[in-house]
């Protein structure tokens, strides 16, 4: 009886997470969401790359005009996201006139 007991009191298991799950495939789902609900931005994700830049390397790719941002998983590895001129760009003529010209 008093093990029965201790299983019911006993800490609940931590919830799954998607197994085989690609990084791409939470980013196409949760960054048009989230800029939806942050900026009212209707965005899709159409590419992804990932790599692994030693702090020294990483700061010297960097170009004045990017736009980086600390994310953090839920275990506890952080990472950036970098995202380059042309999308800083579209982000900042959405928010000023509502639309992104077609020029380049």
Request: glycine share 6%; proline share 7%.
């Amino acid at each position: 009886m008093t093990e029965v007991l201790r299983q019911k009191l006993a800490a609940t298991r931590a919830p799954k997470r998607p197994a085989g799950v690609s990084v791409e495939a939470l980013l196409r789902k949760t960054m048009p969401r989230d800029a939806d609900a942050a900026v009212s931005l209707d965005i899709s994700v159409t590419g992804f790359q990932s790599a692994s830049e030693d702090k020294p390397t990483l700061l010297e790719s960097l170009a004045p005009t990017d736009l980086v941002y600390l994310v953090q998983s839920a275990e506890g590895a952080r990472g950036i996201v970098r995202l380059d001129k042309g999308l800083v760009s579209a982000l900042i003529e959405v928010q000023m006139s509502g639309r992104v010209a077609p020029s380049p």
